[in-house]
């Protein structure tokens, strides 16, 4: 165990919905990074929050936005779905003091109908 | 833009044998971070190993240590005495210390590693 929960574990819905994710990092952890696998991309960074602000980002669609509150939580909004944004989702934190070593959570499954 | 590639899509070992994983990586930077990362069929990105490139010194973890030859962009994965539950997708990753790219990690391709009983 990681530390840093994600829910839901799995989540279905059908084209042109909105979905939220929800990570929690380990204790401690400021840094809160969102990954996209699907099998065509493997493994992409989408963006990072440290501390409640925006500190990187990939390539992350537009129709996707995320956000990391005052208690460290974040989201992920998924908007406009589309088939091919079928993909686990990630969820990583790491300590403060630089980008170290991130930690992952169990992944939402997103299947999109 | 940063790069890694694993070359070996699928690997096999024996039980009790070792095995390498290759990774080279492509960056024009001198302070980075590398990682492997196991990913057995439960999907959890678990890390296994990680090596700071400013450090000549390879890193190691009990059955794990990596060969981190800096100059020739490398960074393969040595698993000694192979297990069963060793069984998983393996991937390379690299994050550069720094920069507007700070924390992103990039990841290779992957390796799933099949162990036999």
């Known amino acids: 165990d990681s530390g840093v929960t994600q829910t839901p574990k799995h989540l279905i819905t059908a084209t042109g919905q909105r979905v939220t994710l929800r990570c929690s990092p380990r204790?401690?952890?400021?840094?809160v990074y969102w990954y996209q696998q699907s099998l065509d991309q493997g493994l992409q960074f989408l963006i990072q929050y440290y501390n409640g602000e925006e500190r990187a980002k990939g390539n992350i669609l537009e129709r996707f936005s995320a956000q990391q509150f005052p208690d460290l939580h974040s989201e992920l909004n998924l908007s406009s779905l589309e088939l091919g944004d079928s993909a686990l989702y990630f969820c990583?934190?790491?300590?403060?003091?630089?980008?170290?070593?991130?930690?992952f959570g169990p992944g939402t499954r997103l299947t999109v109908l | 833009a940063q790069t890694v590639t694993q070359s070996q899509p699928e690997m096999s070992v024996q039980e009790a044998e070792t095995v390498t994983l290759s990774c080279t990586y492509d960056t024009s930077e001198s302070d980075y971070y590398l990682f492997w990362y196991k990913q057995p069929p439960s999907r959890q990105m678990i890390l296994v190993i990680r090596?700071?490139?400013?450090?000549?010194q390879n890193a190691t973890e009990n059955r794990f240590s990596v060969n981190f030859q800096k100059a020739a962009k490398s960074f393969s994965l040595k698993i000694s005495d192979s297990q069963l539950g060793d069984a998983a997708m393996y991937f390379c990753a690299y994050v550069h210390a720094g920069g507007t790219s700070y924390g992103k990690l990039t990841f290779g391709q992957g390796t799933i590693l099949t162990v036999h009983p």
């Open positions: 090596q700071e490139a400013y450090k000549q």
């Open positions: 204790s401690g952890d400021l840094s």
């Open positions: 990583a934190s790491s300590a403060p003091l630089g980008p170290d070593t991130q930690y």
